[in-house]
């Protein structure tokens, strides 16, 4: 604790305006308010190990330690199971810190263990479908980014038990394998070894999608979720407006990750709803507190036969801010065969079921019409 508070004293008087990245693996209550990243120290590499840190995560979470995480993979001993690294990277990609680990001594110490930590080195195929996992990380780091503009404004947790949002649902109160990942996404992890697919409660109160589907699922239900090796069950409650990045530009770092372009994916909804994409320079200390950033709101007003989006911005900006941003929109699940920009008539591709349309934002409120 007073190592975490010594180096965020200091780095606050001689780099006042900078963000800083502090992981540790210890600290004590409070010891949040000083920006620690910590993480759950040198678990085992085993399944074990992997199924301890969901409860471990969100026990920490809900306890006001927003990024607490785990070794991805495991560090400590085990054996060489190039599944469990998989399944530990897919939970980890939706969570605070993805961060994979082990350890490699090889030549250095022959007698150790060695188990490498990077998704490029794990035998095929699992290296490619860990290499798919990363690049879903890259894919959704704006929604993440969302989790932690709505975690240093409002004190959210980036992830939750079911009941922190439902806490109404008794059978949501109970659910100990699955987890909210913010408010709209809802993300059930494969926690045995050689599974194929689970079960997933679905809360009631609200329908739901497959993320990146179509099709409406109702709520208060459970479901069978397919999971094979390469992927991991997420849902998102309807009405989310979910931002990401189309992974066809070449993205190999968070700097990459701009928001030149981006994609928002509305999943329809009989309700109102809102959402919004979070965007600054990635670097100033106080830019969600000082107002320089540019947020992007989306509002929908569904009608029995149309749906209204208004789009407008908060935020004074930043320097390196673009002047006119290009947005692919996405409609998920949606009767709406025809798109009205600002008006006008806007072409709109469909595609398994998802409509998408294209359109230059330059700040000023618009007004997107579904029919």
């Given at each position: 604790h007073e190592w975490t508070k010594m180096l965020y004293e200091k780095f606050a008087t001689h780099y006042p305006k900078r963000r800083l990245f502090s992981?540790?693996?210890?600290?004590?209550?409070?010891?949040?308010?000083?920006?620690i990243l910590p993480w759950s120290g040198d678990i085992s590499r085993s399944w074990s190990g992997y199924q301890a840190q969901l409860p471990v995560m969100l026990g920490a979470a809900m306890s006001g330690?927003?990024?607490?995480h785990s070794d991805a993979g495991g560090f400590a001993g085990g054996d060489n199971d190039a599944e469990l690294y998989v399944r530990w990277l897919q939970m980890a990609a939706f969570s605070p810190i993805f961060?994979?680990?082990?350890?490699?001594l090889y030549e250095a110490d022959k007698q150790a263990f060695s188990y490498p930590s990077e998704p490029s080195l794990q035998p095929a195929p699992y290296n490619a479908y860990a290499k798919k996992v990363v690049l879903q990380r890259y894919q959704y780091l704006p929604y993440t980014y969302n989790l932690s503009y709505l975690h240093a404004t409002k004190a959210q947790p980036l992830m939750s038990p079911l009941y922190h949002y439902f806490e109404n649902d008794t059978t949501a109160q109970r659910i100990e394998d699955a987890y909210m990942w913010g408010g709209d996404m809802l993300v059930a992890p494969i926690l045995q070894k050689g599974a194929t697919e689970r079960t997933v409660y679905l809360p009631q109160g609200t329908p739901w999608y497959v993320l990146g589907g179509a099709v409406v699922i109702a709520g208060g239900t459970m479901v069978t979720a397919s999971a094979p090796i390469d992927?991991?069950?997420?849902?998102?409650r309807a009405g989310s407006f979910?931002?990401?990045l189309n992974m066809n530009r070449n993205i190999t770092t968070t700097k990459d990750a701009l928001l030149n372009t981006f994609e928002m994916h509305y999943y329809a909804s009989a309700q109102s709803s809102s959402g919004f994409?979070?965007?600054?320079?990635?670097?100033?200390?106080?830019?969600a507190l000082t107002q320089q950033f540019e947020k992007i709101n989306f509002a929908a007003q569904p009608t029995r036969t149309t749906c209204t989006i208004n789009v407008f911005s908060e935020g004074r900006g930043y320097?390196?801010?673009p002047q006119r941003r290009l947005i692919h929109f996405y409609i998920h699940?949606?009767?709406?065969?025809?798109?009205l920009v600002q008006g006008k008539s806007v072409s709109m591709r469909f595609s398994n079921g998802v409509g998408m349309v294209s359109f230059t934002y330059s700040g000023k409120p618009m007004r997107i019409t579904l029919q």
């Open positions: 992981l540790n693996r210890a600290g004590f209550a409070g010891t949040q308010r000083y920006g330690l927003p990024y607490y961060r994979p680990h082990g350890t490699a992927s991991m069950p997420v849902f998102v979910v931002p990401s994409v979070y965007d600054d320079d990635g670097e100033t200390k106080d830019a320097a390196a801010k699940g949606s009767k709406y065969k025809k798109v």
